[in-house]
């Protein structure tokens, strides 16, 4: 497309970033299942080694480069903030609903429009806000419903540790921006695996224990799923700004609401499918917002 001031959509990285999401969301109901099972720092240690294995031998069976100082200098940065944020976040998952959980995350949206702004100098678009002050509307409703439900002080310290990891991740989704202009979506996925898990291995040897055969299934597909939602994310962020992607992140309330449902039997109420409805409606107003040809190509 010329420069000459035509504009193209972000369907696609729009669509494809909600891809990640959705996929991200389902390994989210695996790392419940696992984290129950077998505790936050387990089941994350294990996951990122074998995603690390993973995206390893997909590294080298295509002859990737290594990254250079600035693109490796993004690497590190970011999986040292993602381990802490996993831990918190993994480790109150496994206290509260999964809707709840995802709906106290949607402040990091919110928190990263205006992030970017500052160390991006991206400029904030009117829809862009309101896309955010929508999805930010449906989360308010949420947590009135979910207040009105008595779920014990664990649920509390829960609510308090992904608070904490929202705001971390806040910070991680203009890190994955500013890491997409750097380095291909196999690259962010492999790094991001092996440099979280060997921030895991610190505590090795005082906190692993090798999980039992059962529970391999489920570490593997966790590992899958969290090395493709990672290239999703990746491919999508390379070719859109951070604040027409941002309002995606709304999106997974709705898996974290189905999945909570079918897996783990927890209900869905009356405020939490209204407050689905106004994200919903903010995702959609995002989708419409359009960028210059030149953040919209790139190489994989």
């Keep these: 497309m010329a420069a000459g001031g ?3 959509g972000i369907a696609i990285p729009f669509t494809i970033a ?8 389902t390994m989210d109901a695996v790392m419940k299942e696992l984290a129950l099972s077998l505790g936050a720092y387990n089941s994350l240690l294990w996951r990122t080694a074998a995603g690390a294995l993973l995206g390893g031998a997909v590294f080298l069976l295509r002859r990737m480069r290594w990254p250079g100082r600035a693109a490796l200098r993004m690497h590190l940065i970011r999986g040292g903030v993602s381990t802490v944020m996993a831990v918190l976040f993994f480790w109150g998952l496994a206290r509260v609903p999964m809707a709840q959980a995802i709906a106290l ?14 160390w991006l100098g991206e400029k904030i678009t009117r829809r862009a806000i309101l896309a955010s002050l929508l999805g930010l509307a449906g989360v308010v409703v949420i947590l009135f419903g979910q207040a009105r439900a008595e779920l014990g002080p664990e ?14 991740y806040a910070a991680n989704i203009i890190l994955m921006r500013a890491q997409a202009r750097v380095a291909g979506p196999v690259e962010v996925a492999f790094f991001m695996s092996a440099i979280m898990s060997l921030c895991f291995l610190v505590a ?6 090798v999980p039992p055969l059962a529970a391999w299934p489920a570490i ?3 590992a899958l799923l969290a090395f493709a939602s990672l290239m999703l ?56 917002t359009r960028l210059p ?7 994989i």
């Design 220 to 222: 593997v597909a966790a």
């Design 105 to 118: 995350a949607f402040i990091a949206p919110i928190v990263a429009l205006y992030l970017a702004a500052l």
């Design 6 to 8: 035509q504009q193209r």
């Design 155 to 168: 649920a509390l310290k829960g609510s308090a540790a992904i608070l904490v990891s929202a705001t971390l």
């Design 233 to 288: 994310l990746a491919w999508a962020y390379a070719r859109a700004e951070a604040q027409h992607l941002a309002p995606t992140e709304y999106s997974g309330f709705v898996w974290a609401a189905f999945y909570g449902w079918i897996v783990f039997s927890e209900p869905v109420r009356p405020f939490t499918l209204g407050g689905a409805a106004l994200i919903v409606f903010a995702c959609l107003i995002a989708a419409r």
């Design 18 to 25: 909600l891809a990640g999401i959705g996929v991200f969301s």
């Design 204 to 209: 090795a040897p005082f906190l692993a224990a």
């Design 293 to 299: 040809a030149d953040h919209a190509e790139g190489a």
